[in-house]
């Protein structure tokens, strides 16, 4: 059992609260997933051609100022460091795939959350609520975000095998559930060239999903692909820089609500996450079918668009 | 007597639901439920309960001899192993509703997904809208009222339970067939649309059941073991 939880913004003048909405219905959904937390929250996207990198140090008196002056030295350019209790955020105009490069290389002991522009990943082990303390949730901005509650059943419990995974620039997945052929998969993937942190079923599913995207599927594609390639039980949630998508398995035995109103689209797990925003009450409620995707998105005008697929 | 959630305990309420004291046809409203789990179960007297808004798991299960309206939406588990009485959600409902129910009878005016009625015992359920996929699977007895749609493989595996749908079945499961609608059939639906407060004719709908071939050993089908 797991909890999962997204929000997506429509009206612009909620995006100060955002934090404060995700952080409440993360402590909602404590009790589906007490084990460890994460966020991937979308904001203060970098330059255009830029790019944000999401950070992870294992070390407690990690020395982020003089990293950022390595970084800058390296690239002649200036970094913007945000850091939140063990994680930091890099945002520069440094290409991203460059950026990416010279970390792995120069930073093996840090690891990568995230890459792209606009996206931030946390996650840590702890109650969802001590989770969402530590990384001052409450205060974020932001346009949509997706959060994830974990009750491990088939991995260890470490901040890796957290959720949000990265499937690519901008992009992660949560996942509530369980994969029955992850194994396999993983071994075909690698001999793809993909690579895995950890033993975890989840991530399995986010290999897949960048692996997908790397022959040139959309995101909807990818996800189309992965209802015919996965087998197991899913409801998965995906973040994109323009907003997000939900897919449950064919047999749907993992639960998942969708609710929207004039102000702002939500899943979660359970309706009692949703029913922590204004106005829940007399949103329109309902449960997604099984092995439909629906997505939405944020279009240039700013106006949400949704896409049942 | 009123209650509420956002100031008292769910324990709080449900011992004063069970309470020994209770009079036939009392009035209880709970208000505030907010996707809590567990609102009203185990209830054994002939009240009746109110819940003013959305609940989360297991709302009114056990259910016996009380009658419970969810002016709202309902999450899984809705009304499991209901023995008696009355079940009434205004809105929608989530998966399994009125799982291996013995008796009562549960309408959900909305919609209701997936395996709604499983290994259902003698329960009446009457659903306003559409339900999911697996509907009725290895439903025993009681009678299963569909007035939308239907998912796929409905009434899989079924014994003797009833299933009428006014609207398209995407897929009967294995062993459940259409059958005739006899006289006795549409005033048997009848009776039960107008317990439920629903207002269809019993001539709009069709009559679903099993076809009773998987009720004895075949050898035939040895090699599928």
Redesign the interface.
Known sequence: MCGIVGLYLKNPELESRLGEFVSDMLEEMGDRGPDSAGVAIYRNPAPEGGSKVSLFSTSSDEDWSARTAQASQAFDLEFDLEIHASHAILTSSAPVDEIERWIRSNWPDLRIMSVGESIEIYKEMGHPKDVAERFGFKNFSGTHAVAHTRMATESAVTTEHSHPFSTGLDLCLVHNGSLSNHNRLRNYLTRQGGQFQTDNDSEVAAGYLTWRLSLGESVVDALESAIRDLDGFYTFAIGSSNGFSVLRDPIACKPAVLAENDDWVAMSSEYRAIARLPDAKHSNIWEPAPAQIYSWERSNSDAGTQNAV | MQFDLATQSLREINAALHHSDREEGEEFVIAHP????SVAVGLSDAINVTID??V??YCAGMNKNASIHIA??A??GLAENMMSGRVVVD??A??YAGASGHGGLLVIKG?T??RCGISMKGINIVVGGSI??FGAFMAQSGRLVVCGDCGGNLGDSIYEAHIFVRGEIDSLGSDCIEKEMTPDHKRELQNLLQNAGIHYSAAEFRRYGSERTLYNFNIDNADAI
């Open positions: 907010k996707g809590t789990h808004g959305h989360g798991y709202g939406n999450g899984p809105g929608n989530s998966q919609n997904s997936s999911g996929h």
